[in-house]
């Protein structure tokens, strides 16, 4: 792909995030993983102490480690809410592919929401290690049993938008998920990983296409500061309730899954945001913003935790409209689904019964399809693409 | 988009150059196509097939950005790939009406993908030994593109073929329906045939027997055969479309053309 030839300067602050994350994926390479040394037969107590003691140590748990109940369901639900946030916050993005202005902002904005796609894909894998099934929580998505991150139940209404979107909610989930790169949770670790860098990239991507609009005509830059104005606050209030008020922060502080409570987390956003901010020439919409020397952060007013509760409660904009769009695509698809699984099994039998009548006793090829016949013959097609993850929130419905 | 003067001075006069029109042609159709299968983008029947059709998007996105470029190139008149994208009225687009039909079910659009895609192997395979070295190159790196998305769309007719009733029922449908307008693909085309006859072009009708030897095979293999009736609306290499087309031109052409002459 030809690159835009771009002016844009530096993002203030994103390297020391990135940063970050390097440091950790070194480190996971190194880490200690999990209890397999351990007492194969050992009775509970011992397996909890295991537990504890790795943990403590910082060591990871890997899916076959024996682990406390509630930490596995603290795991689905938060690796489940981070894939539906992927999956479903595909939407506002989409929303702008057919008009993007630019063949170049076309191709970027595809390329971004293909990557989420492709960390719904790994997270809905990593949440399989824990013995639940993408299509189980797909289901519980669209009953609304699970939920996603709130901001995606706000609408995309212009063009700038998509880049206020990504430079904001990327740059949030950034902050949110970086400190998961060293989540107690082997699988989850090693995603968050991955997803952080290629998130970057999202971050960045954002950041450039609000540049060219502040820098562009002056309807560009009303839009420009309009997005900024309508995605602040939504930003914001990713981090979740104030820590006071969070139902699980206390407990997955202790087995180390969370490693920062919601409040420090959202002061880091603000102080990364603010010279962000400057640098593009956008106003964030708070008055009461204003550096403080004697905390060395930034002043700044919390969202609105009560808007936030109504729109975890199903009553944002578009709160309906993501959900039905999800439902809609996942019932027309069906028929494919069954297709491609009928299929599958034919081929199966078909070549088991080659094999019967030729003798062979290997097993090995029969089926060779089967393996993906819920995934597609797209395994080639793409996956090597993936970016733009969402951060784990808290007081999202369970 | 680049506002160079209308002016500009282009490549002197090259005779190994194909003129802009061919080069337009394959770039209107990459283009299109996109455009369409990006509408799958959020729609497409699961996570893996969200991430395969948006990448088959994104091959057809690029193939039609180094066309259009060049395409400008050629021209010397200062277009740029946005400037033949989007300021272009709808005679002026040269693509085959099979690229801007809707999407219709995923049968559908995978039949119009399996078509499509083993047209354009067969057309960026003979262009990549083209005497233009730059259409070469862009043709030498699509040729594999197009090779997956051919797979891609036969595998599918496969599953979907030999799956259930329903999914046979409606990949015939898919294949009935999107049928006719392959004729486009390989209609008589005097511009094409000339320069192939020069030893600078390719003309499609040559193309049409490997064509259809391949479809046939995907075809057969997944219990289907070539639809019968001969109706054969052409017109796309012309400027004639379908009343779908305006629509398609209409989302992607209307923001850019709010916003006349500025960055993005």
Not at chain 1, 175 to 201: D, H, I, W
Not at chain 1, 214 to 229: F, I, K, L, N
Not at chain 1, 249 to 278: G, H, Y
Request: aromatic content about 8%; proline content about 7%; glycine content about 8%.
């Amino acid at each position: 792909m030809a690159e835009r030839p771009t002016q844009t300067p530096p993002m203030p602050g994103s390297d020391r995030l990135l940063a970050e994350v390097t440091q950790a994926g070194e480190e996971l390479a190194r880490t200690h993983s999990g209890a397999h040394d351990g007492p194969a037969e050992a009775d509970e107590e011992a397996l909890a102490a295991r537990f504890k003691e790795i943990v403590a140590a910082d060591g990871k748990i890997e899916p076959r480690d024996w682990m406390p109940g509630g930490y596995r369901a603290s795991l689905v639900r938060q690796l489940a809410q981070h894939a539906h946030s992927e999956i479903v916050g595909m939407q506002p993005e989409a929303h702008w592919i057919g008009r993007a202005p630019s063949l170049y902002r076309k191709a970027v904005l595809l390329a971004k929401v293909q990557d989420e796609a492709g960390h719904g894909l790994y997270l809905y894998a990593a949440a399989e290690t824990l013995g639940v099934r993408r299509a189980d929580l797909l289901d519980a998505l669209h009953e609304g049993r699970q939920g996603y991150l709130s901001f995606i139940n706000y609408p995309t209404l212009t063009w700038a938008d998509t880049g206020a979107l990504a430079w904001l909610t990327d740059g949030a989930a950034i902050v949110n998920q970086v400190p998961l790169c060293r989540t107690s949770y082997g699988p989850y670790a090693r995603a968050m990983v991955r997803v952080c860098k290629e998130e970057s990239f999202h971050h960045r991507q954002g950041f450039d296409s609000l540049w060219a609009l502040t820098h562009g005509s002056p309807r560009q830059r009303e839009m420009a500061q309009a997005a900024v104005d309508r995605w602040w606050y939504p930003a914001l209030a990713m981090f979740g309730p104030p820590h006071s008020a969070s139902t699980h922060s206390e407990r997955s502080m202790a087995w180390r899954i969370k490693r920062f409570t919601n409040d420090e987390l959202r002061q880091r956003f603000v102080d990364v945001c603010v010279p962000q901010a400057e640098a593009l020439g956008v106003t964030l919409p708070d008055p009461e913003l204003r550096w403080n020397a004697e905390r060395g952060h930034y002043d700044f007013t919390p969202p609105d935790f009560a808007e936030l509760r109504r729109v975890i409660r199903g009553d944002g904009p578009c709160n309906r409209e993501r959900v039905a769009h999800r439902r809609a695509a996942h019932e027309e698809g069906a028929w494919v689904r069954e297709a491609a699984a009928a299929h599958a099994r034919r081929r199966a039998a078909r070549s088991a019964d080659a094999e019967a009548d030729s003798g062979s006793g290997s097993g090995s090829g029969s089926g060779a399809d089967a393996g993906d016949a819920a995934g597609s013959g797209g395994a080639a097609a793409g996956t090597d693409r993936p970016g733009g993850a969402r951060a784990d929130a808290e007081g999202m419905p369970a | 988009m680049t506002t160079a003067p209308p002016t500009a001075p282009g490549p002197s006069p090259a005779p190994a150059g194909p003129p802009v029109a061919y080069v337009l042609r394959p770039a209107d159709d990459a283009l299109i196509a996109a455009q369409r299968m990006a509408q799958w983008c959020t729609n497409a029947p699961q996570l893996e097939e969200d991430v395969a059709l948006a990448n088959i998007a994104l091959d057809l996105l690029g193939q039609a950005r180094a066309l259009l470029t060049h395409a400008g190139g050629l021209e010397g008149r200062g277009r740029d790939e946005d400037a033949l994208a989007f300021l272009r009225d709808e005679p002026e687009f040269t693509n085959v009406q099979l690229v801007e039909l809707p999407n219709g079910d995923f049968a559908h659009s995978i039949a119009k993908l399996l078509f499509f895609a083993a047209y354009q192997r067969l057309w960026y395979e003979r262009t990549a030994a083209a005497r233009d070295p730059e259409l070469a190159a862009i043709a030498a790196k699509a040729v594999k593109e197009s090779t997956y998305h051919l797979d891609h769309a036969a595998t599918w007719t496969e599953r979907l073929g030999d799956g259930t009733e329903e999914s046979h029922r409606r990949m015939r449908a898919g294949v009935a329906a999107v049928w006719p307008y392959t004729h486009d693909l390989f209609a008589a085309d005097p511009l094409a045939a000339r320069l192939a006859a020069e030893g600078v072009g390719v003309d499609p009708a040559e193309l049409r027997p490997e064509w259809l030897a391949t479809v046939e095979e995907v075809l057969t293999r997944s219990g289907l055969a070539v639809p019968a009736g001969d109706w054969a609306p052409t017109g796309g290499r012309h400027g004639v479309h379908t009343e779908h087309f305006s629509l398609l031109l209409m989302e992607m052409q209307s923001l850019h053309r709010a916003h006349p002459g500025v960055t993005w």
